[in-house]
């Protein structure tokens, strides 16, 4: 039995690859039995290691922050990709939809604390680089669609299983 889980999901969790159960993750509490309530920015993801086929993100990592004083530095971005990756069961996927960069929609609301570019995640989550490891990045992800929407990014992410992920990122920055 497939599961999937929305982050930022509101009261409607999105099931895009049409799995059999659907779960929700919103900073409002009380939206529904498959719903639970964390706020992502300083909290996990309320669920078990290696739980769902599918995570998706749509139009919300943009509002997690890069970097938060609470009190001492946190690196939430780089924390919600490892929390993502946590439950995700090896081979899942991962789909983010966000306003990126250079499209205005990715600075107009004031809320969009975290700006996504189309490296993003290629070069900081993706296996061959992980850059993102020298921020605390423990997973690796293969990039296995990356497309423009508008001005949304579309990106599909399969996670690599622990043993497969390289010990040292490649060099690059």
Same mark, same amino acid.
């Given at each position: 039995?497939?599961?999937? #889980?929305?982050?930022?999901? /509101?009261?409607?969790?999105?099931? @895009?690859? /049409?799995? %059999?159960?659907?779960?929700?993750? &919103? @900073?409002? %509490?009380? #939206?529904?039995?498959?719903?639970?309530?964390?706020?992502?920015?300083?909290?996990? *993801?309320?669920? %078990?290691?290696?739980?769902? %086929? +599918?995570?998706?993100?749509? &139009?919300?990592?943009?509002? *997690?922050?890069?970097?938060? +004083?609470?009190?001492?530095?946190?690196?939430?971005? @780089?924390?919600?990709?490892?929390?993502?990756?946590?439950?995700? =069961?090896?081979?899942?996927?991962?789909?983010?939809?966000?306003?990126? +960069?250079? $499209?205005?929609?990715?600075?107009?609301?004031?809320? $969009?604390?975290?700006?996504?570019? &189309?490296?993003?995640?290629? #070069? +900081?989550?993706?296996? =061959?680089?992980?850059?993102?490891?020298?921020? /605390?990045?423990? /997973?690796?992800?293969? @990039?296995? =669609?990356?497309?423009?929407?508008?001005?949304?990014?579309?990106?599909?992410?399969?996670?690599?299983?622990?043993?497969?992920?390289?010990?040292?990122?490649?060099?690059?920055?």
């Amino acid at each position: 039995m497939s599961k999937t #889980l929305d982050l930022g999901c /509101g009261t409607v969790p999105r099931n @895009v690859f /049409g799995a %059999d159960e659907v779960f929700g993750v &919103d @900073v409002r %509490d009380g #939206l529904g039995p498959n719903i639970r309530a964390a706020d992502l920015a300083i909290e996990p *993801i309320p669920f %078990d290691d290696d739980t769902f %086929d +599918y995570v998706t993100a749509h &139009d919300f990592l943009e509002h *997690i922050p890069r970097v938060a +004083y609470v009190p001492n530095r946190r690196n939430c971005f @780089v924390e919600v990709m490892n929390e993502i990756y946590r439950v995700l =069961k090896p081979g899942g996927l991962f789909l983010s939809m966000t306003p990126a +960069y250079p $499209h205005a929609p990715a600075f107009r609301d004031p809320t $969009h604390v975290n700006i996504i570019t &189309d490296e993003t995640f290629p #070069l +900081y989550f993706d296996w =061959k680089h992980r850059w993102a490891s020298m921020y /605390g990045f423990r /997973g690796a992800f293969h @990039v296995a =669609k990356q497309e423009w929407s508008g001005h949304t990014l579309v990106t599909v992410m399969q996670k690599i299983p622990p043993n497969a992920v390289p010990q040292t990122p490649a060099k690059g920055l």
